[in-house]
């Protein structure tokens, strides 16, 4: 009996990203602007080596955009990129889940919310440490909407910040 060995699958060859010379960068640049969709997305897969993100037309331009840069004149300097990796750790503990969190989504300190509830205007006012309303300051818009109705409500969607689930 003999045995017939599997070959193993040959893997494709790594990607090696194309050179271009600084004299074309400002003509690719200015291209993107007029370049079709589809030519878009094909120029992502001879730059990256990827298929291109589902994204709109608007991302593939600002990524082409540094990707043509970062190939011409270089990319950031590996110890530009170790300290960005160590104050992403600083911030976020190696947690992606937290990284791709928003920081801070209040409204910009000063910021006027108004909301007409049962025929009365409520105006609430950002203030850095929280929100003000009705003179009291207070920590969060949920607790707002609920001095305001009586029941608890999520303050974000209360005052149209986010719609409502039933809304979406």
């Given at each position: 009996m003999t045995r017939t060995t599997k070959k193993k699958p040959i893997p494709p060859p790594a990607f090696t990203a194309p050179v271009i010379p600084?004299?074309?960068?400002?003509g690719r640049l200015a291209a993107l602007k007029t370049a079709a969709t589809p030519a878009l997305k094909q120029q992502w897969r001879e730059l990256f080596g990827t298929e291109p993100p589902?994204?709109?037309?608007?991302?593939?331009?600002?990524?082409?955009?540094?990707?043509?840069?970062?190939?011409?004149?270089g990319g950031l300097k590996p110890e530009t990129l170790a300290r960005l990796e160590a104050l992403g750790e600083q911030f976020d503990?190696?947690?992606?889940?937290?990284?791709?969190?928003?920081?801070?989504d209040k409204p910009i300190a000063g910021t006027q919310l108004i909301r007409e509830y049962q025929g009365v205007e409520?105006?609430?006012?950002?203030?850095?440490?929280?929100?003000?309303?009705?003179?009291?300051?207070?920590?969060?818009l949920s607790a707002i909407a609920r001095a305001i109705t009586g029941t608890r409500w999520n303050g974000r969607v209360?005052?149209?910040?986010?719609?409502?689930?039933s809304a979406a």
């Open positions: 600084p004299a074309d960068v400002l589902p994204y709109n037309r608007r991302f593939l331009e600002s990524r082409l955009a540094y990707r043509i840069q970062e190939l011409a004149y503990g190696g947690k992606i889940t937290v990284r791709r969190m928003r920081g801070d409520h105006v609430v006012t950002v203030t850095r440490a929280g929100y003000e309303y009705g003179g009291q300051p207070y920590q969060s209360f005052f149209g910040l986010r719609p409502s689930r």
